[in-house]
């Protein structure tokens, strides 16, 4: 079975400061990694995927993630925030070795503060 | 451009009443559909997706269903709401071959069940 946990529910950071959103993932094969942003009562809207090679993936709005595969993890980053950047935020993952389809995180709430 | 289109985008019905939500896609062909809900703004639970006219997949047991009459046109039925069916709907769509495929959110609509 794949699987992705957020452990965190809740990020804040003050504006101009790095961020990061933690992500894990558990699946079968190699696997394949993405994250979306959610607006309040928006659809998701997609950010970056990882599918293989370098392991800094650049997406867009500024976010980067850095795959990580002895941690199997795939964090979200960006270098300054913006208060404009405050959002639900979702990991979500598949296997290469996998029918199923995406398995999302429960999400994170990210707020930065001006 | 791909545009997918969901609609309406917000809706109250009495229980027991019936429920058509309708989801088209644009500017692509054989697309992946898929029908979410998110409970409460966080996870999303993957109610049915479809890899073809007429080819449903149901991932839950539920008082739902889909149809998919036409290449890219996606439906979400009930003939009895119940208040559980409340939540927020969202349609994606993906291209047809490829796990490394990201999906696409359209902008979900808000069901509320009196």
């Known amino acids: 079975a794949q699987s992705v946990a957020q452990p965190e529910d809740q990020v804040n950071v003050a504006e101009g400061n790095p961020l990061t959103v933690k992500c894990t993932y558990s699946v079968s094969g190699n696997p394949y990694l993405f994250w979306y942003v959610q607006y309040p009562n928006r659809g998701l809207q997609f950010l970056l995927k990882?599918?293989?090679?370098?392991?800094l993936v650049k997406g867009s709005y500024g976010f980067e993630a850095e795959f990580n595969k002895s941690q199997t993890s795939f964090h979200l980053k960006k270098p300054s925030a913006l208060v404009s950047d405050s959002a639900l935020y979702f990991c979500?993952?598949?296997?290469?070795?996998?029918?199923?389809?995406?398995?999302f995180g429960s999400g994170t709430q990210l707020t930065v503060l001006p | 451009s791909q545009t997918i289109h969901q609609w309406p985008a917000t809706l109250v019905q009495p229980v027991g009443s019936p429920l058509s939500l309708e989801c088209t896609v644009e500017?692509?062909?054989?697309?992946?559909l898929y029908w979410y809900r998110q409970a409460a703004g966080r996870g999303l639970q993957l109610l049915f997706y479809s890899v073809g006219i007429g080819q449903i997949s149901s991932e839950v047991p539920q008082n739902l269903s889909a149809s998919r009459p036409q290449d890219r046109q996606f439906i979400l039925s009930s003939k009895k709401l119940l208040l559980s069916d409340s939540g927020f709907y969202l349609c994606?769509?993906?291209?047809?071959?490829?796990?490394?495929?990201?999906?696409?959110f359209g902008d979900g609509t808000r069901l509320s069940i009196l």
């Open positions: 994606a769509w993906s291209v047809g071959t490829g796990a490394n495929q990201p999906q696409h």
């Open positions: 979500a993952v598949r296997g290469s070795g996998s029918a199923r389809q995406l398995t």
């Open positions: 990882y599918i293989t090679g370098d392991n």
């Open positions: 500017g692509t062909s054989n697309p992946n």
